[in-house]
């Protein structure tokens, strides 16, 4: 593997400076919503089983009426406006989902964490190669994008605690900024670049 470069936030387009943040939270905020199970169910008065005949009668108890067991005032009825299905999907357009890339990019490249190289392959396919690599970085976690993964490279860094690896068309907003530094192919960083 070819030696990893630091990138200077100068050497980003200039555009990329004048980017809001705004962009980037509205996006993570959309990915992580994204995310959720959705699994939170409860049943309402019509789901709960039983019920079917009154429990008293309408008149003569001195009492309230009671119309049914399947209640909610019932221990075993149903439950009042519990969760339900419910839709967590925010839109973000197209264009705010390329700022906050870029906006991702170059936050990365000012704090001095955003590294460039040639390649990113451990032909050995061992996994203290690959922590040779990480050790010249210097820093807690690394994301590595490279444009495609083979598998030697892969079974090198899939042990590592606290690395992950993608490839170019898995690249998102999200996983640029929740990492303490990027290690990129600069033919991927030369394509993300453009396409801003």
């Known amino acids: 593997m070819s030696k990893a470069v630091v990138v200077n936030a100068n050497e980003l387009p200039e555009s990329y400076k004048d980017i809001n943040s705004h962009n980037l939270y509205l996006y993570v905020k959309s990915y992580l919503s994204s995310l959720r199970a959705n699994t939170a169910r409860v049943k309402n008065r019509s789901e709960v089983s039983g019920g079917g005949k009154k429990p008293k009668a309408q008149k003569g108890s001195g009492g309230a009426r009671w119309g049914s067991k399947r209640s909610p005032l019932?221990?075993?009825?149903?439950?009042?406006f519990g969760p339900s299905n419910r839709n967590y999907n925010?839109?973000?357009?197209?264009?705010?989902?390329?700022?906050?890339?870029?906006?991702?990019i170059n936050a990365q490249a000012e704090k001095g964490s955003l590294f460039v190289t040639d390649s990113v392959n451990v032909e050995s396919g061992k996994t203290k190669d690959a922590l040779a690599v990480l050790k010249e970085?210097?820093?807690?976690?690394?994301?590595?994008?490279?444009?495609?993964?083979?598998e030697k490279t892969y079974l090198a860094f899939r042990n590592?605690?606290?690395?992950?690896?993608?490839?170019?068309?898995?690249v998102n907003a999200y996983l640029i900024s929740a990492y303490h530094s990027v290690l990129i192919e600069k033919s991927v960083l030369e394509a993300l670049t453009k396409e801003a």
């Open 160 to 170: 590592i605690k606290n690395c992950y690896m993608i490839e170019k068309q898995e």
């Open 137 to 150: 970085l210097n820093q807690r976690d690394t994301l590595i994008v490279v444009d495609s993964v083979d």
């Open 74 to 80: 019932f221990v075993g009825g149903g439950q009042v």
């Open 90 to 104: 925010q839109k973000v357009n197209k264009k705010q989902k390329v700022l906050a890339l870029s906006y991702a």
